[in-house]
């Protein structure tokens, strides 16, 4: 059994990851195909150790196309999403566009799975914002043994999440601080080159930005409505991996020791966590890797049954790339979804 899948946005961040992704995983295809913007076809392209050339989103036929992975931003995945899908091909959209739609399943394989089913609405599955990912991987199996009541999160997010772009303003930028030359910001809204910003995405009525919102929304849909959360979302000048400090009030108690093994046992999911200089895992680390990584687990004493952990994750992979083809998994081994039958 093979499926025909197409990558939309093939030339960006995170649609290189997703060719990458899909090689390595060995996810089973009978072809792949790139696909971008009419500025970028012929564009090359790696998949495995085959070359791709883009071929133009806007002309393309998905009827013999099984599994679209859309990495294209919102404005495309809101007006081609529902095209593609009306043509029999389901979309798994990594932007916001389609993340609070009802009819739309927002999943995280290790959290919600069996969400994956519903995508028969519309064809469409939304991937959760990165920063978002990482946290309900850490917070649902906490969550089943002890139920979570309230979450305080601060994130420490990559320049990458804001895509190639802010990669290169923050490479810019650092070279221009140590030849003297002027220093320039155009994708941030500040300096980001040895500096940080308390603002990802715009600011909302409520003062909040609209990142932190997601972060709300998104795990209220994914995990649990009653759980509360408030996030502070931080740009810094790191290039790949996002980083999450989280305050976790429980209805049950709770110990560390508890929420370490729980957590050792726990899908997608590795511990690394000693109490010395060195024992828990930094961004650098966590790129390229797969895993959502949980470090710094210890009680927090201002609350009954709290906890305080630090969580670690490669937003290219498991923020954005990796979690798509996980969903893509989840429609193959659930039996979710046939390969369109080729014609005669």
């Not at 050339?53 to 495309?76: E, H, N, Q, R, T």
């Not at 930005?209 to 810094?236: G, Q, S």
Request: aromatic residues 6%; neutral net charge.
């Amino acid at each position: 059994m093979a499926y025909k899948v197409a990558v939309v946005g093939a030339t960006g961040n995170v649609g290189r990851e997703m060719l990458d992704i899909l090689a390595e995983r060995r996810f089973p295809v009978s072809e792949v195909v790139a696909l971008a913007s009419a500025r970028s076809i012929g564009t090359e392209v790696s998949f495995g150790d085959r070359t791709l050339k883009c071929k133009a989103l806007d002309s393309y036929d998905f009827s013999d196309v099984d599994i679209c992975l859309m990495s294209a931003g919102g404005s495309v995945a809101k007006e081609w999403a529902p095209k593609i899908g009306a043509q029999g091909c389901v979309v798994i959209d990594n932007s916001s566009a389609w993340r609070m739609d009802p009819d739309v399943p927002l999943v995280v394989p290790e959290v919600n799975a069996a969400a994956a089913a519903g995508f028969s609405k519309k064809n469409i599955i939304a991937n959760p914002n990165c920063s978002t990912a990482q946290l309900v991987v850490a917070l649902k199996p906490l969550h089943d043994a002890a139920t979570i009541k309230r979450v305080v999160v601060s994130t420490y997010q990559s320049v990458s999440g804001a895509g190639k772009e802010g990669m290169d303003e923050l490479f810019a930028q650092t070279r221009s601080v140590f030849v003297a030359n002027p220093v320039e910001a155009k994708k941030f809204p500040k300096r980001i080159a040895f500096n940080l910003i308390p603002q990802i995405d715009v600011f909302m009525e409520d003062g909040f930005t609209k990142e932190e919102w997601k972060m709300v929304a998104e795990t209220k849909k994914i995990l649990d409505p009653k759980i509360k959360l408030v996030a502070t979302c931080v740009r810094v000048p790191v290039f790949i991996g996002h980083s999450e400090a989280v305050n976790i009030e429980f209805e049950k108690p709770i110990s560390a020791d508890e929420a370490r093994d729980i957590l050792r046992a726990a899908p997608g999911v590795l511990v690394i966590d000693k109490p010395e200089a060195g024992g828990y895992i930094t961004p650098h680390e966590a790129a390229g890797e797969d895993a959502t990584y949980v470090s710094r687990i210890r009680t927090d004493p201002t609350v009954d049954n709290g906890l305080v952990l630090w969580c670690v994750s490669d937003n290219l992979r498991k923020g954005a790339a990796l979690n798509a083809i996980q969903i893509a998994e989840v429609l193959m081994n659930r039996k979710l979804l046939a390969p369109k039958k080729k014609a005669a």
